[in-house]
């Protein structure tokens, strides 16, 4: 093996080393070359959060409610991905969950092929107060060359359960 051979070696395994530990986008459900959507729900310590449900994977939504003593963090990722031309995405997503009166986000970004796909994240505190929600996302999807736009909807339910312990 060559010394450049060595050092290529090392620079790869020292970047997957560094990507180990990231959360990969969910694979999106539809057509490939159409607009598509994905998205992952965690909890837990900001440095450490765990993953609790995501767009391809049919475990339920599960969190547990915070404490005024023992607040729990909640993060919400959506990923956009390109169709077959720039696509252009509006809407919003809400998280009924986040905090007392739940979180809206408003979406508007581009996504270009060839790209990875564009991720949009809100966060905060998981409701006190334990019941059923939603994670809802409604989205207009645009692409360069297509007249009409392409429109979707989703909604997840989100149990809160009481904290344990």
Not at 25 to 37: L, M
Not at 49 to 57: A, F, G
């Amino acid at each position: 093996m060559t010394i450049r051979s060595v050092v290529l070696a090392a620079m790869l395994c020292s970047s997957c080393a560094a990507s180990a530990g990231r959360t990969v986008a969910p694979q999106p459900s539809g057509v490939t070359g159409e607009p598509r959507a994905s998205w992952i729900i965690s909890s837990g310590p900001v440095d450490s959060e765990t993953v609790i449900c995501r767009s391809d994977d049919e475990m339920p939504c599960v969190l547990e409610a915070g404490t005024g003593a023992r607040a729990k963090n909640v993060t919400v990722s959506v990923y956009l991905y390109p169709a077959y031309g720039k696509t252009s995405y509006k809407g919003a997503f809400m998280s009924d969950f986040i905090g007392d009166k739940g979180h809206e986000t408003k979406v508007d970004y581009d996504s270009v092929p060839g790209k990875l796909p564009v991720a949009t994240t809100t966060y905060g505190l998981v409701t006190t107060t334990p019941g059923e929600y939603e994670f809802r996302m409604a989205l207009f999807a645009e692409v360069e060359g297509r007249r009409d736009p392409f429109q979707f909807e989703q909604s997840v339910p989100v149990r809160v359960v009481p904290t344990r312990g």
